[in-house]
Each structure stands twice: as structure tokens, then as C-alpha cells.
């Protein structure tokens, strides 16, 4: 895994930049949180396992779409229902790719009207949003749950395999519920920060 070094690395688009492996605290006299999946401990690892899992489906996503195409082209027999598994696996793999994304702080920023302002500044600003974050992973965590259960209760299924809707659902709420704890971690951080 590449480490972050301690010069700043800053990556430009035409609108703003982000900014990588600089401290958010310049000026406040301590270091910045270090939110690396490391300093997370075990939320960070399960972050991490839960992102491999969901490059994993979609590697077989990506295999059985080239056998479906291929099966289609040549032999006039593609893979049937491909289209719902793909839905269903892409979704799953999705939210198992935002806890490490927040983990290892790969969010896109923009500091289109943040750049100009006092690093302090800019740390109460990440304060908030981590706390924002942390609010609307929960309440997406929340509506999963809701969700699923009333798509298990109605027994809706997908048309051409008939596979219930509801997997769908829980097989994407670890990666929301890990998301919304690893917000929790980093607006926690972020505050002692502040301190």
C-alpha cells in the first residue's frame, strides 16, 4: 500500500484542487488527524476487506458480462437475467466501496471557495462535513434497513430470475452502516482536533 510522505502532493483540475498528505491544522500548533485505515483500527481493516470484497463482484460482474456477450455473439445463448444480477451486484459493490473511500479521505473536494481560507477555518469546515457525512450515512443506513424489509415483506422480485429484491437491499446495509461508524470516527477525530 503507498504511504502518504510528508510533502505535499496536490492533484489540480481546471475548478479546484484537493489537496493530499498536508496538515489541516497548519498554524493550530499539532498535527492533523491522521485518518488513514491504519489509525482506524478495526473499522478501517473491515473497510478494507469490504472494498476487496466489492472489486471482487465486480471483477465477476465484468467476467460473467464477457461470457454473456460472448455466449450471445457466438452461440445465440447469452447468460439469461445477466442485466438484474449486474443491477443487483453493482449496487452491493457500491456501498462496499464507500467506507474505504471516506476512510483513506478519497472524496473529491473542491476548495473552489475553501482555498483562501485560514487552515483553522477549513478544519471547523471538515468538522461539519464529517458530521454531515456521518447524518446522511445513517439515514441512507435507515432507509436500507426500512427498505428491505418492506421489499421482503411485499415479496417483490426481480422479473426474469425472480430473485428477491430484498437481498439486494441487506447485502448493500454493511456498507452503509460501516460507512456511517467510520463518519462517526473521523467527526470525532476531526473535533479533538479543534481542541
Known amino acids: 500500500m503507498p504511504s502518504i510522505s510528508s510533502q ?19 498554524g493550530l500548533g499539532g498535527p492533523a488527524p491522521n485518518l488513514t485505515e491504519h489509525r482506524l483500527g478495526f473499522c478501517g481493516r473491515i473497510a478494507r476487506a469490504l472494498a476487496l470484497a466489492g472489486g471482487f463482484l465486480l471483477i465477476g460482474v465484468v467476467a460473467m458480462t464477457g461470457i454473456s456477450v460472448l455466449g450471445r455473439y457466438l452461440f445465440n445463448a447469452p447468460i439469461p437475467g445477466d442485466y438484474e444480477i449486474t443491477e443487483l451486484a453493482c ?8 467506507p474505504y473511500c471516506q476512510v483513506s479521505n478519497a472524496n473529491i473536494v473542491v476548495k473552489f471557495f475553501t482555498g483562501f481560507m485560514h487552515p483553522r477555518y477549513r478544519t471547523v469546515l471538515d468538522t461539519v462535513h464529517s458530521l454531515v457525512f456521518a447524518a ?11 427498505g428491505g424489509i418492506h421489499k421482503f415483506a411485499d415479496g417483490e422480485t426481480t422479473i426474469f430470475l425472480g430473485i428477491p429484491v430484498w437481498l439486494g437491499y441487506f447485502f448493500a446495509l454493511p456498507g452503509a452502516v460501516l460507512l ?3 463518519s462517526i470516527l473521523i467527526f470525532y477525530r476531526y473535533l479533538r482536533a479543534l481542541r
Open 91 to 98: 449496487g452491493v459493490a457500491i456501498f462496499a466501496f464507500f
Open 8 to 26: 505535499n502532493t496536490v492533484a489540480t483540475s481546471g475548478i479546484g484542487e484537493r489537496v493530499i498528505g498536508t496538515d489541516a491544522r497548519d
Open 180 to 182: 456511517t461508524v467510520v
Open 136 to 146: 446522511v450515512a445513517a439515514l441512507i443506513a435507515w432507509r436500507l434497513f426500512v
